[in-house]
């Protein structure tokens, strides 16, 4: 079946970084644009940052650009988001999404605090 299984994520002090993994497995990983989206105590969800099928075209929110990378490695069936300059802002849970088949992962929690 269908599996993303995101994983990275952790407690961060603003500025720092930290890079997300997501694993996909039971679809053809290299024929579906995949992207990041985010979730944070008592708000939407929302688009983080979205990748072509063979990492040719990115695009992020403005909230994000410019700070974070979006990156797929498709022998590895992996999706990845390097994050930098962290701010409270960014404290949200992460979450990869396919769009073919549409799947979501069960995300990972990124916290930014001192």
């Known amino acids: 079946q269908v599996q993303l299984v995101e994983s990275g994520g952790g407690l961060v002090q603003p500025g720092g970084s930290l890079k997300l993994s997501c694993r996909a497995s039971?679809?053809?990983?290299?024929?579906?644009?995949m992207a990041w989206y985010r979730q944070a105590p008592g708000k939407e969800r929302e688009w983080v940052a979205a990748?072509?099928?063979?990492?040719?075209?990115?695009k992020y929110a403005d909230s994000v650009k410019g700070r974070f990378t979006i990156a797929r490695d498709n022998r590895r069936n992996t999706l990845y988001l390097q994050m930098n300059s962290l701010t409270s802002e960014d404290t949200a849970m992460y979450y990869c999404?396919?769009?073919?088949?549409?799947?979501w992962g069960q995300g990972t929690q990124v916290t930014v605090s001192s």
């Open positions: 999404k396919a769009n073919n088949p549409e799947y």
């Open positions: 039971g679809f053809t990983f290299w024929r579906s644009p």
């Open positions: 990748i072509t099928m063979d990492g040719g075209v990115k």
